[in-house]
């Protein structure tokens, strides 16, 4: 069955770095686009970035410049440097895959919190 694994989450300092990674199984990620998103309680989800199929990525105006989405289609995982972070950022951080006709997925979760 398909599954979204995060990791990397926990506390930074502003202006600190953290490194998120998801690991996929039951499908693989080579042919779909993967996206990070946070949410933080109380506020809708929020599309962070994302890393089409061909290698294109995007990113939300929040955090370009200072996050980065890698894709390793050989480990069939993706993965979220997080630079300059801010305590904005403070968020749960979600993992997601959409197959299309509202068949998408998402992983656990996984807390970044900044603050000094």
């Not at 990070?36 to 105006?61: C, F, I, M, N």
């Amino acid at each position: 069955q398909v599954q979204l694994v995060e990791s990397g989450g926990g506390w930074a300092q502003p202006g600190g770095s953290l490194h998120l990674a998801c690991v996929a199984s039951g499908f693989t990620i080579s042919s779909f686009a993967m996206r990070w998103y946070r949410q933080v309680p109380g506020k809708e989800r929020e599309l962070v970035a994302e890393s089409a199929r061909s290698g294109y990525t995007s990113y939300a105006d929040s955090v370009k410049g200072r996050f980065r989405i890698f894709r390793a289609n050989d480990r069939n995982m993706v993965s979220l440097q997080m630079s300059f972070l801010k305590p904005e950022d403070t968020a749960v951080y979600y993992c997601n895959v959409d197959f299309g006709g509202g068949n998408g997925y998402w992983g656990q979760g996984t807390q970044v919190t900044v603050s000094s």
